[in-house]
């Protein structure tokens, strides 16, 4: 299905018109398809099946409860890089068992956080990571389930900035160095030594670099058995990119078959984490023209939503679609540079982006938003962050109030000299 669609020149979520959810929320908000949600994690799902590849919403992406719990009623597990994000997935109700730990700085909090809740596995960056878990799990009396993520040094051919496998940068355990680590790993008392893990990057478009990985990757498999240890469970991150306007990538069925061809004989338990890819497109951004300003070099769109709201075309240079609520056939359109109100040259939500005449009060949609877009939200220039609202049908569940001014006021506490 498409889950945004246009209705008698009105567009909709589902069967909801957002010219309606403004009414209820207000402007600016987020609006996620429950059942597009669902339609992408089954298809994943199918595609994945014959290999029996186990799923972990990487909840980096969009951390709602409402979101998590939709993809744990369908059997996902998660994929989490922060305590707060563990005590999210527990909540929303993913088994710890299904819960692998990622990320370059895990805290000793963290660590015995983890490691009292169960969690089904730590991927270990680093031997000071593996030091410290080891430590922190024998002075708990426990055995931490660990996977080595190796930096493969593979160009994902992404952003510069969502590129991780590539030897410069922070993430992962040299390849060349991965044998030697692992033999250590497997001297530990407190350490259950489980298998490897790889992440290369987010928003690939080819599986030309994945393919690369993966065989390398399985090279190392190789290698370690003829040591005489024990590869269990390959963890093989996400990365799978989505269409933001004209990108062709992958279909989920070629990236399975693909797995199949690089590490379908090794007969080790296989993990994904995929995010974007689940919920991406099935959220949009709706903001209201505040005013328009012409100059003799733009059309500057002024709307209610800004950088701290959705970050990424700030951050990434992303291009999204915007979309008018309101379509009238034969409208000209043209070029629209759509902007907030926050005091920074740089918070541009869409550059040279084509239009209709838009007024004050009319509403627009920032298309794809589902991903790294609430999550990634602040209160820069003391602004609320965006409500957050889930369809499904005709029906419409607020699953973030907006906040009060209050609530962001009452964080800050003054010293008893003031």
Known sequence: MKPFNFLDGRLHAEGVSISRIAETVGTPFYCYSSTFLEEQYDALSAALKPLGVNICYAIKANSNQAVI??????????????????????NAGIPPNRIIFSGVGKTSDEIRYALKE??????????????????LAEEMGSIAPVAL???????AQTHDKIATGRKADKFGIDIALAASLYSQASRMRSIRL????????????????????????????????????????????????????????PEKIDYAGMLRETLGNLDTELSIEPGRILVANAGILVTRVIYVKKTPIHRFVIV??????????????????????????????????????????????????????????DLIAISSAGAYGAVMGSTYNTRLTTPEVMVRGKEISIIRPRPEYSDILSLDQLPTWL
């Open 118 to 135: 169960g969690i089904g596995q730590f991927n270990v960056e680093s031997a000071p990571e593996l030091e410290a878990i080891s430590g």
């Open 149 to 155: 993520r190796v930096n493969p040094d593979v160009d």
């Open 69 to 90: 719990r939709t993809f744990a009623n369908k059997g996902s597990g998660a994929d989490v890089v922060s305590k707060g994000e563990l005590i999210r997935a527990l």
């Open 304 to 361: 209610d939503a800004a950088m701290n709201d959705f970050l990424r075309p700030t951050l990434y240079d992303a291009v999204h679609r915007v979309m008018p609520e309101t379509v009238i056939l034969g409208q000209p359109l043209s070029p629209a540079q759509v902007v907030g109100p926050v005091c920074e040259t740089g918070d541009i939500l869409a550059k040279e982006t084509s239009l209709p005449p838009l007024n004050s009060g």
């Open 194 to 249: 489980v298998g490897l893990a790889v992440h290369i990057g987010s928003q690939l478009t080819s599986l030309e670099p994945f393919r690369h990985a993966f065989n390398r990757l399985g090279l190392l498999v190789n290698e370690l058995r003829s040591s005489g240890f024990k590869v269990e469970r390959l963890d093989l991150g996400g990365g799978l990119g989505v269409v933001y306007t004209d990108e062709n990538p």
